[in-house]
């Protein structure tokens, strides 16, 4: 009943004439944009990849592969690019549109390259595909708790529905200037591409995060509205004297575990701005909880909470011992399962529930606080890490007979990705990490590996003790894992 | 996937010690206002009216009877005995619920009483059924336009997306005291209690509209949102004297025309208060468009819009010409279809689009302007009266040969009900008002009526002209219809 085609319909109805997009020097009017996204239902691929940086192009490729009835596969670009190929091959994606930077890496995908996007959007409109509110729009891949990413599959339906909820808990307008800096390839990066397209906000695009041009972006382009992900507010705040950014007027953060000090300097930096948490994660498309504005403000011992739910979306603690119990969400906007993984399916989504695998516990008003996230996952600025996948690729090296990887304290990512190994006399660290270079993500490779000789600790049973490792590096430390 | 209970599932684990209802002098937290809603699962029935003006049970039938997995008919308790009658009969009622103002009515009606709504909510709550999003909530009586009621069914989902295209176009928040004065019994009432439940805002409910009680309710309350209807709106200001309304922050209006000059003096009347315009129908849940506070405020070329389409409400003009088109509605908001009605609801919902029958026409901006209604249908006060319905009951008097009923402009209503008709030399205006009395509700009877003894003007076809009676009353002002 419903499409994503349908933001920027209203859009182009009622805002034709308005700014849609700033992306450097170029600017886009609504009823322009409308023009080129409808020209991308020209392309003959059911499955469309998209690999590059946040650009006019990629926000397009959001607006116009689903609304043509595609599907959109946007590719983490900072993954290595054996991962690449692999997720190129597991989604199937027959056509892959890669901007100038990723167009070697892209090459050697073995998937079909589009040639010239601009000739593309410059073509004929076509009409909008009817399309079933619960057809599957996007695959977006998250890491694998066993070691293999997996496919999110999110319907038309979805995505409307959490953009929705973001409307609601955000109360978007035609006024706003959003600058869209988290990468468009993480769903919390899209939602807002819809919110903002169905009021007809007015949206900046800057390629990548560098907070000297961010600051920049904001003062020029006069932004009332984002959202970054913790690891970006520390760097704002380093970078932010002599910075104007008194539009500002809300100001997100979502994506990964704040410290407390960075919270109460953000307040102190931006006194007259609305900060807002967001929690969630892609399989519910994403939004789930939000710590508003007044809670920020008015409620300090609310600060450590990850927030309450949307209007929309509803969440369940299940299975509660001493208080602590594991977070279930339902809604609109949970996925539809995992793209080609039945189990993985059946086991995330019982009876129309999504189980998160987060541990929380919940206050007298219903506020959630994270207690531990029982997957094992490191957040690393704000890409997760699963210790999984880590320790699959070092127990690949010959010389590694075991290997234990968890998050370390990192005062400037949260976290920091640290590995413990057992490997044969003479083995050193860097060998082992160039080892990780060829195969995975830069931000996945140990920034420390611990090579021992002796065996890991383990249990009676002989399970591998991982907290016992990890908890010198974490002693008078709380391990905030909102 | 979703139903009716979430939103006081929401409120009652964020906000179960706030104030969630105010009726009188009785104030129901969130906390006790879930308890009794959750003991109406013990009403053993499936299809439950309601007869009554706003009141705690009202509202709380409304979250619970469809919470609970069954439908609930919410009847207008200004229709005649014989009226009510019918819809009890058509729509099944078993059960029916009435206050004490309507007891006596209610007895009439052939349909079995529930004795002691009180000992209801006192029972042992029930566990929440597991319903289907598409499963029928309601059955909303409407006007037919071929004399008969229609039961409009709604769905959990349709109420639901109907309250999240609320919370975005109002932006309701926990802080938020809403006046409940507009009958629960139109969708457009019933659609605040969820929205504003949702949100775990505080709700004051009037039992009817009476200007000096509203105006004494918004300063005794601090009141800071409600919906009126226009007419609602005039008396207010006729009795504004020295009422202090500075509470109010946010005030729209809805359900039928507004006189310009009615306009500019609730502008004028509540300077810093958002006044927005919103037009639906009971087929939509309502809302479909909406004239914002910006609006109002900075674009007077747009007061005689009927706004623009909210976010979640897609509409198209189909079969312009001259400019002028059919507005048809697609949402997760339309209804499901008419109540035992395959034909009407097979000519209302045409491949998931509802036609909504009016007029309209399209600015620039995307705006849209009401032209005519294509139902031969008069707003009097927020009341619909079908012009087909009135003939119907006039033709059935033995003296009367012809009639014609139309709307005539009225200071107080905006539209009068007047009759043209063709009768038996002797019959009078009065015994023709006396045969309506006893057969239809107060508000459709004719205000006045003329009694001829010449046939009414034919078109060449036989036609019933009903233009040229009409024009005369109309000459030198507008319409307004939107």
């Known amino acids: 009943m419903s499409d994503l085609g349908w933001p920027l319909q209203r859009a182009v109805a009622l805002h034709a004439g308005a700014t849609a997009v700033i992306d450097g020097e170029r600017r886009v009017s609504y009823g322009e944009l409308a ?109 694998g708790t066993t070691g293999r990413p997996k496919g999110v599959m999110l319907s038309h339906r979805n995505l409307l529905a959490n953009a929705l909820h973001n409307l609601v808990a955000t109360g978007h307008t035609a006024d706003d200037r959003w600058l869209h800096v988290c990468p468009m390839f993480h769903v919390a990066g899209t939602s807002n591409v819809f919110a903002c397209t169905w009021v007809g906000a007015t949206q900046v695009i800057l390629p990548r995060f560098e907070a000297a041009a961010v600051l920049a972006a904001i003062e020029r382009e006069r932004i009332t509205h984002s959202v970054f992900v913790p690891t970006m507010l520390a760097m704002l705040l380093e970078a932010s004297e002599g910075a104007n950014v008194s539009t500002l007027r809300h100001l997100q953060y979502a994506a990964s575990p704040i410290a407390p000090e960075l919270q109460r300097r953000v307040l102190e930096w931006l006194p007259e701005c609305d900060v807002v948490q967001f929690y969630g994660m892609t399989e519910a498309a994403p939004t789930v909880t939000q710590l508003t504005a007044a809670d920020h403000r008015e409620r300090p011992e609310r600060l450590a909470s990850m927030g309450a739910p949307v209007a929309g979306v509803q969440v369940e603690v299940r299975d509660v011992i001493d208080g602590v119990g594991e977070l279930w969400v339902r809604g609109a906007n949970v996925m539809l399962g995992y793209w080609n ?40 600025g704000a890409e997760n890490v699963y210790s999984v996948e880590v320790e699959a690729v070092l127990t690949a090296h010959e010389a590694v007979s075991e290997a ?11 976290e920091a990705v640290h590995a413990v190994v057992v490997a044969s006399p003479g083995t050193t660290a860097d060998e082992l990490i ?49």
């Open 341 to 380: 993984r039945p189990e993985a399916t059946a086991d995330a989504l019982v009876d129309g529930w999504y189980r998160t695998g987060d541990l929380v516990r919940t206050d007298a008003d219903g506020y959630l606080y994270m207690v531990d996230r029982a997957k094992d996952m490191i957040i690393t």
């Open 35 to 143: 023009r080129r996204v409808n020209a991308l239902g020209n392309l003959a691929a059911d499955r469309i990849g998209f690999l590059g940086a946040n650009s006019l192009a990629h926000m397009e490729c959001w607006l116009g592969v689903p609304a043509a009835g595609k599907v959109l596969v946007d590719l983490n670009y900072r993954l290595a690019p054996e991962e690449l190929a692999f997720l190129v091959r597991d989604a199937g994606i027959e056509l892959l549109i890669a901007d100038p930077e990723r167009r070697a890496v892209a090459e050697t995908l073995g998937v079909e390259l589009l040639e010239d996007y601009e000739t593309v959007v410059a073509g004929p409109p076509v009409a909008p595909a009817r399309i079933d509110e619960d057809a599957l729009a996007a695959i977006s891949y998250t890491g």
């Open 404 to 414: 234990a990887v968890f998050g370390v304290p990192d005062e400037r990512w949260g």
């Open 434 to 482: 160039a080892h990780c270079r060829s195969r995975i993500a830069g931000f996945k490779i140990p920034r420390a590996i611990d090579v021992r000789g002796e065996p890991l600790p383990k249990s009676g049973a002989g399970k591998l003790l991982k907290s016992t490792l990890r908890e010198p590096f974490w002693a008078g430390r709380e391990r905030r894992v909102s």
